[in-house]
């Protein structure tokens, strides 16, 4: 009878339905606010450790102290 549900689609809408509802709770709440601010921030930090490493890379390349 598990193993029944297990391959049935009941178990896929089930799903679905908890992650449409976890999704709505957490955008009436604000968090996507705060997702996409952290996200860009954390994108923003590795792109600024690249500049730096391709700027120090090319210091040393030309010779400027």
Do not use: P, Q
Not at 16 to 39: P, Q, R
Not at 46 to 57: E, H, P, Q, V
């Amino acid at each position: 009878m598990v193993n029944k549900f297990l391959k049935s689609r009941a178990l896929s809408l089930l799903i679905i339905f908890i992650s449409m509802a976890m999704i709505y709770y957490g955008h009436s709440n604000g968090e996507t606010k705060v997702v996409l601010d952290k996200a860009i921030r954390i994108c923003m930090e590795c792109r600024l450790d690249r500049i730096k490493k391709y700027y120090k890379w090319w210091y040393k390349k030309i010779n400027i102290k």
